[in-house]
């Protein structure tokens, strides 16, 4: 009879466990900055700044995130992929630098068109609407936010 109730109260405060490291994976809030590092040769490279914040009393095992650009639905530049797994403790936050080369400057004159690329690569004002994805796992629980950004070249 002992064993069934240790059972039970081992399976309930599991399940509970469980139940609140899926509420604190949707909880966590993401922001997203980008700015012009350099045009060059092979395309424009982007310097982000991805800010994880934890508002839950739960640490939380994050995966490196993993940036995605796009505009138009096509991918225009994303970050490397890193795997590394950082611990983000309770009511906290934690940012992540990152480099991000865009595709090439053919890739880009499909996409935002041939006027675009012109202004950009002779130093005139442009500004773009881009659709940031961010992914991650966190405690193993798969996790993706997306943010409209506008980034000025």
Excluded: C
Excluded at 19 to 34: D, E, N, P, W, Y
Excluded at 107 to 132: E, H, M, N, P, W
């Amino acid at each position: 009879m002992l064993k069934w109730i240790a059972g039970g109260a081992a399976a309930f405060f599991a399940g509970r466990y469980l139940l609140r490291l899926q509420k604190a994976s949707q909880t966590i809030v993401t922001r997203t900055s980008l700015k012009v590092n350099r045009v060059g040769l092979s395309g424009i490279e982007l310097k982000a700044s991805i800010r994880l914040q934890n508002p839950n009393p739960v640490a939380l095992a994050i995966q490196f995130p993993f940036l995605n650009l796009t505009h138009k639905d096509v991918s225009i530049g994303s970050s490397t992929v890193k795997n590394e797994t950082i611990q983000l403790s309770e009511n906290s936050e934690k940012t992540f630098d990152m480099a991000i080369q865009s595709a090439g400057w053919l890739t880009l004159i499909q996409v935002l068109g041939a006027d675009i690329v012109q202004k950009i690569r002779s130093g005139q004002k442009v500004s773009l609407d881009l659709l940031a994805t961010t992914s991650t796992q966190i405690n193993g629980i798969p996790y993706e936010q997306q943010e409209l950004i506008k980034l000025t070249i």
